[in-house]
């Protein structure tokens, strides 16, 4: 495999990074827009809630190409990074951005369409929702941040 190959995969591969961590981010700032604005101004909750929907393709998209050009590096680079416990752990925070973003907040997502469809949510459960879409969202923007320090400082 040629070197530029191997370099398009890089920036494919930075690109698939910044665009789920940066729709992470978005989704959080909106989540508490929409949190702020729900009950009293429903339809503007109504826009909100259809954007946090479509955010989750932009996050399919990023994972998509970390994914892929992640397969491309690791074909030319496997006994350079593999053995390295920097890329171990990256490769398990990776796994746990997907589970984390891709399952659980879908989950949620889920629930709180659910609950956004009826007029007059029950308070504890919203409460419960919102509280774990919070969490969900943190921990994922945690996450982020420590691939981001583990790809800059690659330590053995």
Partial sequence: ?????????LVLHVVGITLMAGTSFIDFIVFRAFNKTYPEDLNQSEVLVKFLNRLQRFLGIGMGLILLSGITMMAKMHQVWGAQLWFRIKMILLLVVIFNGLGLRRVLG????????????ENSRWHRITTRFYLVQLVQLILFILIFILSIFKFN
């Fill in 1 to 9: 495999m040629s070197t530029s190959i191997y370099y398009a995969a």
């Fill in 110 to 121: 889920k629930q709180l369409n659910q609950l956004f469809a009826t007029a007059n949510p």
